[in-house]
């Protein structure tokens, strides 16, 4: 444990930078991807980015509770990609395809 | 005495229960409810005018309720029981009660029966309130009462549009005289504080010197609105188009009842007009100028109803006449005996129509003495009671208006006389033309003539009765008479000017003058429509420029048309065309016209495709995220 410790009492600085880009590539893919299951998972993404930086935070400050928030936030994940996928799954039986093209009639 | 309140109390409730629940109601029990809650009413009446009669009752104010309270006005809603108004009282709930019953039988066929009788009741309810008010506020309420019932009435078959037309006119140029009413009540607001007769009346002579412009200015604004009322010139028109509404209602209303409201309102406030001289001039011109002004014009008429409505308007002028002249228990006792021999003629004229299968012409008449007697021979009492031939009921007040008119001035005695002439000459034409020589109608209407059933006669009879006797309680003590009617409400006359006297021999003179001129003038029409048989054509043609101008009502109804009814409706279409369309119009449809553009643009920004709303979302929160460095608020959101 020690060992981490004094690893992790070093900068926190690559933690961070990681987290960003694997956010970054996250939102990269809710905004471009245009298959529906593809953004699903850029949004599994972003979460876990967020996991593993709130557990970088807290080992740097020693605090468990960021931890803690990581199973909260897991959770939340995994009840939101249920509820997606029954959606999901509701469009491709209406439309036939699971393009976020698919439903665009409520418009002017 | 504090069954008052019952008084209008019960008609009110007759046509409460009437107006709410007609359908519950079969003809007849409205019939008694509306002829009940008045003879209640009546009864009623009698008990408070007995002990004014016998001399052991004081006048008194009943309180009910305070009704405008603020600041230092204080309006109590009471009324005032003295000689005056019990009079007035026992007039309104005994002529009424008599046309009720007249009214059951001659509306009986019509379907707006039960309407018809509610009317009634709210007219005699809102006519009870002008009478016993104790101050102008309730007169007023019960003056605008009788315009609205006048006007329901007028218009009660209301499927005719010329009869919707009388009706507003009746109201619209009644509003004209309640302005000056009402400019008049402001008047006196603001000088006394308080609308109480009482109060005002006991200040009033300290509070004005005589003929101030106050004083002329209240008085004539209250005459005004007396002149609406009761028909003077200049707004009398309404009275004639008056006539479209059913027979009965003309009996009531315009000739015993409301028609006389103006002259009760000069003679309760009497105390004021006689403090202002110069008003009782106008007044006594203008009274007498529409006597003779009507008559005239009720010489040429053709309809029944036609002649006895410019009869209403001319008798109404020597009312006022005489109330100009400050004889103003002499005015009240016209107002008696007119009522009932007017509301006898008119009825006698409904039970005429009635048979005639509402044939109004009496060109179209004739002979019907034979087969109407009844209706005939109190139709006659009633013609002898109004040309003023003693002993009947015309001749006693009649009579002592001339009598004031000769002190006055011997033209107004002139004029006062050539008014009786052609009052008794214009009348007993009616009756010949109707009642005598050969039926002119269709074979149809002879077939159906007959004489009206005993609801409709009995109150021709009574009233016949009361046509003859009426006139005996105001004896003049020239004939050995104790004038009652003149003592009787002298407590209600605080004028400190006195009616003028004549004396004795003039006066036997002057009657004897009048009343031969006026069985002169019978014998003229006598001769010309009974003898000769001068019956009218049924067209204008033949008819001399004088005949033309006559029967056209002096064109004064095109001419009003000419000068306030066109400009009006002129400014009113300018006013439209102006402001209301380009100005309020336009304000109002703006708001709607810049919503739909507004929105007509924002919503372009719905383009349904999801990944352009994950991008706005996106777009959107890294604003906030910058944003939320200067400012807490939005950091709050994170």
Redesign the interface.
Same mark, same amino acid.
């Given at each position: 444990m020690e060992n981490i410790l004094q690893h992790f009492s070093g900068s926190l600085n690559n933690y961070i930078i990681l987290c960003s880009i694997l956010f970054a590539i996250g $939102?990269m893919g $809710? /905004?471009i991807r245009?298959n529906i299951i593809i953004i699903f998972m850029s949004i599994e993404l972003m979460l876990n980015s967020i996991n593993l930086l709130m557990v970088a935070f807290s080992m740097h400050h020693g605090d468990p509770s960021g931890q803690v928030f990581v199973f909260f936030v897991m959770a939340v994940a995994a009840a939101e990609i249920t509820v997606g996928l029954a959606l999901l799954v509701m469009i491709y039986r209406n439309t036939g395809s699971v393009s976020?093209?698919a /439903? %665009?009639?409520? %418009?002017? | 005495m504090n069954l008052v309140w019952l008084i209008p109390l019960l008609p009110l409730l007759g046509f409460t229960i009437i107006g709410l629940f007609p359908k519950y109601l079969n003809k007849s029990l409205v019939g008694i409810i509306g002829s009940g809650s008045v003879l209640g009413s009546f009864i009623l009446v009698l008990t408070l005018l007995f002990p004014f009669l016998t001399g052991s009752a004081e006048s008194q104010v009943y309180k009910l309720f305070d009704w405008v309270t603020t600041g230092s006005l204080d309006i109590s809603f009471s009324f005032l029981i003295d000689p005056l108004s019990v009079w007035m009282m026992t007039i309104i709930t005994g002529v009424g009660f008599l046309i009720h019953v007249y009214s059951i039988s001659y509306m009986h066929e019509d379907e707006g029966f039960k309407r018809y009788f509610a009317y009634l009741n709210l007219f005699i309810f809102s006519m009870l309130l002008l009478v016993m008010g104790s101050n102008y506020l309730i007169m007023f309420a019960g003056w605008e009462g009788v315009g609205l019932c006048s006007y329901l009435l007028i218009g009660f078959w209301f499927k005719n549009t010329a009869y919707n037309n009388a009706a507003k006119k009746a109201f619209i140029m009644n509003r004209i005289g309640d302005l000056g009413f009402l400019l008049g009540m402001l008047f006196l607001l603001f000088q006394f504080n308080s609308l109480d007769f009482q109060h005002i009346f006991s200040a009033a002579p300290s509070a004005f010197t005589e003929n101030s412009w106050i004083i002329i200015t209240i008085t004539l604004l209250l005459f005004v609105g007396a002149t609406g009322k009761s028909a003077q010139i200049p707004l009398y028109t309404w009275l004639p188009d008056a006539m479209a509404g059913p027979t009965p209602v003309s009996a009531l209303i315009h000739a015993a009842t409301m028609v006389t409201a103006g002259i009760y309102m000069v003679v309760r406030s009497n105390i004021l007009y006689s403090l202002a001289p110069f008003t009782m001039e106008i007044i006594a011109i203008i009274g007498l100028v529409t006597a003779l002004f009507a008559a005239t014009i009720a010489l040429v008429q053709n309809d029944i109803k036609k002649v006895l409505a410019y009869s209403t308007v001319s008798q109404l002028g020597y009312m006022v006449f005489a109330l100009g002249m400050g004889a103003y228990q002499i005015a009240i006792f016209h107002v008696t005996t007119h009522a009932f021999f007017k509301a006898l003629l008119f009825l006698g004229s409904g039970s005429v129509i009635h048979a005639m299968s509402h044939e109004q012409d009496i060109r179209k008449m004739g002979g019907l003495k034979k087969y109407m007697p009844v209706t005939y021979y109190t139709f006659l009492i009633g013609t002898l009671a109004i040309a003023g031939i003693p002993p009947l009921a015309g001749f006693f007040s009649k009579d002592q208006i001339l009598a004031n008119a000769w002190a006055h001035s011997p033209l107004f005695w002139i004029l006062g006389t050539a008014g009786a002439l052609m009052t008794a000459f214009y009348m007993f034409r009616l009756l010949f033309l109707t009642f005598h020589g050969e039926f002119r109608g269709t074979a149809e209407q002879k077939s159906h003539l007959h004489e009206s059933p005993a609801l409709m006669t009995v109150p021709l009879i009574i009233l016949a009765v009361l046509s003859i006797t009426g006139g005996w309680i105001g004896i003049p003590e020239v004939l050995h008479g104790n004038n009652f009617v003149v003592s009787f409400l002298a407590p209600v006359i605080t004028a400190p000017s006195v009616p003028h006297e004549v004396a004795h021999s003039t006066e036997y003179v002057l009657m004897a003058i009048s009343t031969l001129a006026v069985i002169g003038a019978i014998a003229v029409a006598f001769v010309l429509f009974v003898k000769k048989s001068n019956v009218p054509s049924s067209d204008e043609k033949g008819y001399t420029p004088v005949h033309k101008l006559l029967y056209h009502k002096y064109y004064i109804d095109e001419i009003y048309n000419a000068l306030f009814v066109k400009p009006t409706s002129w400014l009113s279409g300018v006013i439209y065309k102006l402001f209301e369309i380009k100005v309020l119009d336009a304000f109002v449809n703006s708001w709607g016209k810049g919503v739909k553009q507004g929105s007509s643009g924002l919503r372009l920004s719905q383009n349904g495709s999801i990944s352009y709303y994950i991008f706005a979302m996106v777009l959107g929160m890294i604003v906030l995220l910058f944003l939320s460095r200067n400012s807490e608020f939005i950091s709050t959101l994170f």
């Amino acid at each position: 444990m020690e060992n981490i410790l004094q690893h992790f009492s070093g900068s926190l600085n690559n933690y961070i930078i990681l987290c960003s880009i694997l956010f970054a590539i996250g $939102v990269m893919g $809710v /905004l471009i991807r245009r298959n529906i299951i593809i953004i699903f998972m850029s949004i599994e993404l972003m979460l876990n980015s967020i996991n593993l930086l709130m557990v970088a935070f807290s080992m740097h400050h020693g605090d468990p509770s960021g931890q803690v928030f990581v199973f909260f936030v897991m959770a939340v994940a995994a009840a939101e990609i249920t509820v997606g996928l029954a959606l999901l799954v509701m469009i491709y039986r209406n439309t036939g395809s699971v393009s976020i093209d698919a /439903l %665009k009639n409520l %418009k002017w | 005495m504090n069954l008052v309140w019952l008084i209008p109390l019960l008609p009110l409730l007759g046509f409460t229960i009437i107006g709410l629940f007609p359908k519950y109601l079969n003809k007849s029990l409205v019939g008694i409810i509306g002829s009940g809650s008045v003879l209640g009413s009546f009864i009623l009446v009698l008990t408070l005018l007995f002990p004014f009669l016998t001399g052991s009752a004081e006048s008194q104010v009943y309180k009910l309720f305070d009704w405008v309270t603020t600041g230092s006005l204080d309006i109590s809603f009471s009324f005032l029981i003295d000689p005056l108004s019990v009079w007035m009282m026992t007039i309104i709930t005994g002529v009424g009660f008599l046309i009720h019953v007249y009214s059951i039988s001659y509306m009986h066929e019509d379907e707006g029966f039960k309407r018809y009788f509610a009317y009634l009741n709210l007219f005699i309810f809102s006519m009870l309130l002008l009478v016993m008010g104790s101050n102008y506020l309730i007169m007023f309420a019960g003056w605008e009462g009788v315009g609205l019932c006048s006007y329901l009435l007028i218009g009660f078959w209301f499927k005719n549009t010329a009869y919707n037309n009388a009706a507003k006119k009746a109201f619209i140029m009644n509003r004209i005289g309640d302005l000056g009413f009402l400019l008049g009540m402001l008047f006196l607001l603001f000088q006394f504080n308080s609308l109480d007769f009482q109060h005002i009346f006991s200040a009033a002579p300290s509070a004005f010197t005589e003929n101030s412009w106050i004083i002329i200015t209240i008085t004539l604004l209250l005459f005004v609105g007396a002149t609406g009322k009761s028909a003077q010139i200049p707004l009398y028109t309404w009275l004639p188009d008056a006539m479209a509404g059913p027979t009965p209602v003309s009996a009531l209303i315009h000739a015993a009842t409301m028609v006389t409201a103006g002259i009760y309102m000069v003679v309760r406030s009497n105390i004021l007009y006689s403090l202002a001289p110069f008003t009782m001039e106008i007044i006594a011109i203008i009274g007498l100028v529409t006597a003779l002004f009507a008559a005239t014009i009720a010489l040429v008429q053709n309809d029944i109803k036609k002649v006895l409505a410019y009869s209403t308007v001319s008798q109404l002028g020597y009312m006022v006449f005489a109330l100009g002249m400050g004889a103003y228990q002499i005015a009240i006792f016209h107002v008696t005996t007119h009522a009932f021999f007017k509301a006898l003629l008119f009825l006698g004229s409904g039970s005429v129509i009635h048979a005639m299968s509402h044939e109004q012409d009496i060109r179209k008449m004739g002979g019907l003495k034979k087969y109407m007697p009844v209706t005939y021979y109190t139709f006659l009492i009633g013609t002898l009671a109004i040309a003023g031939i003693p002993p009947l009921a015309g001749f006693f007040s009649k009579d002592q208006i001339l009598a004031n008119a000769w002190a006055h001035s011997p033209l107004f005695w002139i004029l006062g006389t050539a008014g009786a002439l052609m009052t008794a000459f214009y009348m007993f034409r009616l009756l010949f033309l109707t009642f005598h020589g050969e039926f002119r109608g269709t074979a149809e209407q002879k077939s159906h003539l007959h004489e009206s059933p005993a609801l409709m006669t009995v109150p021709l009879i009574i009233l016949a009765v009361l046509s003859i006797t009426g006139g005996w309680i105001g004896i003049p003590e020239v004939l050995h008479g104790n004038n009652f009617v003149v003592s009787f409400l002298a407590p209600v006359i605080t004028a400190p000017s006195v009616p003028h006297e004549v004396a004795h021999s003039t006066e036997y003179v002057l009657m004897a003058i009048s009343t031969l001129a006026v069985i002169g003038a019978i014998a003229v029409a006598f001769v010309l429509f009974v003898k000769k048989s001068n019956v009218p054509s049924s067209d204008e043609k033949g008819y001399t420029p004088v005949h033309k101008l006559l029967y056209h009502k002096y064109y004064i109804d095109e001419i009003y048309n000419a000068l306030f009814v066109k400009p009006t409706s002129w400014l009113s279409g300018v006013i439209y065309k102006l402001f209301e369309i380009k100005v309020l119009d336009a304000f109002v449809n703006s708001w709607g016209k810049g919503v739909k553009q507004g929105s007509s643009g924002l919503r372009l920004s719905q383009n349904g495709s999801i990944s352009y709303y994950i991008f706005a979302m996106v777009l959107g929160m890294i604003v906030l995220l910058f944003l939320s460095r200067n400012s807490e608020f939005i950091s709050t959101l994170f």
